[in-house]
């Protein structure tokens, strides 16, 4: 069965400094791997996936992730965190063969100015 | 850029009655879903929904959760019967292909209190 870990509830971190949040997964086969951004009162928003390719993948808003196979984790991270970034972040997997999401907890992030 | 809509945003209902959640997924979307947030909780996946039929649901989509499209545009879950634990934030998502390295496009959530 999928399942998602994200072990940080919550992360702090400073304006203008980089952030990471993190995600690990567990799948059978190839995974398909997202991050969606929940802001107070919407819903859920895209920011990125990797299917295959480049481990590293470029998103919305400056975000990027690092799928790692080897450590089963696939990181959420941005260079330079703004305010406005803060809001609460799933990572999401999928099989190859499923059409659903399998979600984790979420993160909140919380950017400090 | 067009979007999942969802009516109402929020919802309080008594225990025990009827309650009808409505979704318009984008125009030329195929595929559609339903998830579940309890407050404080992740997100769950109720069911999935192709061509006028359940693809695929979750153990929580149980004989009280029914899902239509009754016209071309909307989407609907119906909860008969509604219970406490029924409360929680419902997403509405929809996308072209269901194929895995297709993203969901969700709707902003109905919030559904069950007093």
């Known amino acids: 069965a999928q399942s998602v870990a994200q072990p940080e509830d919550q992360v702090n971190v400073a304006e203008g400094n980089p952030l990471t949040v993190k995600c690990t997964y567990s799948?059978?086969?190839?995974?398909?791997l997202f991050w969606y951004v929940q802001y107070p009162n919407r819903g859920l928003q895209f920011l990125l996936k990797?299917?295959?390719?480049?481990?590293l993948v470029k998103g919305s808003y400056g975000f990027e992730a690092e799928f790692n196979k080897s450590q089963t984790s696939f990181h959420l991270k941005k260079p330079s965190a703004l305010v406005s970034d803060s809001a609460l972040y799933f990572c999401?997997?999928?099989?190859?063969?499923?059409?659903?999401?399998?979600f984790g907890p979420g993160t909140r992030l919380s950017v400090l100015p | 850029e067009p979007e999942v809509t969802q009516t109402p945003s929020h919802q309080v209902t008594q225990m025990g009655q009827e309650v009808i959640l409505r979704c318009v997924p984008i125009?030329?979307?195929?595929?559609f879903y339903w998830y579940r947030q309890i407050l404080g909780q992740k997100v769950e996946f109720l069911v999935s929904?192709?061509?006028?039929?359940?693809?695929?649901k979750s153990e929580i989509f149980d004989d009280q959760f029914s899902v239509e499209r009754p016209d071309g545009s909307n989407f609907t879950l119906k909860i008969r019967s509604t219970k406490l634990e029924d409360s929680a934030m419902y997403f509405c998502?929809?996308?072209?292909?269901?194929?895995?390295?297709?993203?969901?496009?969700f709707g902003p959530g109905t919030r559904l209190t069950v007093t």
């Open positions: 999401a997997v999928r099989d190859w063969a499923g059409q659903n999401f399998v």
């Open positions: 799948v059978s086969g190839n995974p398909y």
């Open positions: 990797y299917i295959t390719g480049d481990n």
């Open positions: 125009s030329n979307h195929l595929y």
């Open positions: 929904f192709y061509n006028n039929e359940i693809s695929e």
């Open positions: 998502a929809s996308n072209q292909e269901p194929t895995s390295s297709y993203e969901q496009y």
